[in-house]
């Protein structure tokens, strides 16, 4: 079965330092990949994605995400991050299980905390 | 455009209640749908997904059970909770053809 692993569960910086946070997936086939984002008390939202094409895929809030193949890894990263990024982050991995049918699959989350 | 509800938003059931959760969607048609359950550390796991009406499969064996009985309506449920089903539980759907799925607000099941 396809797993999601985020190494990383709580990161904690300080405003304008740069942020990257950890995402490996096993699964040898055709991949969609996702980062969520939760802010407290709200629900999940859809920071970025990659389908295919350019592996450099940039999403809200100047996140960005690199996709390689080889390492089996989605990384996000954010140049300079903000006391509202403070947030959980998750990365998720739709997979083909046979039949039609495509499952989604997170990792277990990172909690971002940023100190002002 | 699409949109998700799921509710009761927080909910208290005593041990050894029934519990029935309800999470339905407008706009769409044939959605993938998804209940997933969301503990602090442990990131989201997997309960159930539907690829269509009476279609469920089950990633993790519990005391939990799903149904499916219109296109558009998917339902948690448990005949007699236990302690550790306390939880927060979200509802989900995605298209068929594997984009993004798009999340309800949750529901917070305490069992006391």
């Known amino acids: 079965a396809q797993s999601v692993s985020q190494h990383n569960h709580h990161v904690i910086l300080s405003e304008a330092a740069s942020l990257e946070l950890g995402c490996n997936y096993s699964?040898?086939?055709?991949?969609?990949l996702f980062w969520y984002v939760q802010y407290p008390g709200q629900h999940l939202q859809l920071l970025l994605k990659y389908f295919s094409g350019d592996p450099l895929v940039k999403g809200i809030k100047g996140f960005e995400a690199e996709f390689i193949k080889s390492k089996f890894s989605f990384n996000l990263r954010k140049p300079s991050v903000q006391w509202s990024d403070t947030a959980e982050y998750f990365c998720a991995v739709i997979t083909y299980s046979g039949a039609g049918s495509y499952q989604l699959t997170f990792g277990k989350g990172t909690k971002l905390s940023v100190i002002p | 455009s699409q949109t998700i509800h799921q509710w009761p938003a927080t909910l208290v059931q005593p041990v050894g209640s029934p519990l029935s959760l309800e999470c339905t969607v407008e706009g769409t048609s044939n959605p993938n749908l998804y209940w997933y359950r969301q503990a602090a550390g442990r990131g989201l796991q997997l309960l159930f997904y539907?690829?269509?009406?009476?279609?469920i499969s089950s990633e993790v064996p519990q005391n939990l059970s799903a149904s499916r009985p219109q296109d558009r309506q998917f339902i948690l449920s448990s005949k007699k909770l236990l302690l550790s089903d306390s939880g927060f539980y979200l509802c989900?759907?995605?298209?068929?053809?594997?984009?993004?799925?798009?999340f309800g607000q949750g529901t917070r099941l305490t069992v006391v």
């Open positions: 699964y040898g086939g055709t991949v969609n």
């Open positions: 539907s690829i269509g009406i009476g279609q």
């Open positions: 989900a759907w995605s298209v068929r053809e594997a984009t993004e799925a798009f």
